[in-house]
């Protein structure tokens, strides 16, 4: 366990936040003109889908936040 801060967390927390508003922004602009004519439960799918995608890179993200490995 590390016992002096590092810079990454901070940096990192901030890079995750633009990185998720910015996700979330083309998502927001994009996906209804695309999607906007199907059916509702689809629609509400490829949200779901979207919506916890962004979950897939987070553990070596955070990884790399905590130690500084990517692995």
Known sequence: MRTE????????????LLALLAYGLVIARYVP??????PGLLQAGVYLVLGLSWLLPLKRYLRWME???WR
Not at 5 to 16: D, F
Not at 33 to 38: D, L, N, S
């Open 5 to 16: 801060p590092t810079w990454r967390i901070p940096i990192g927390l901030l890079a995750l």
């Open 33 to 38: 003109e695309v999607i906007g004519g199907w």
């Open 67 to 69: 130690t500084g490995n």
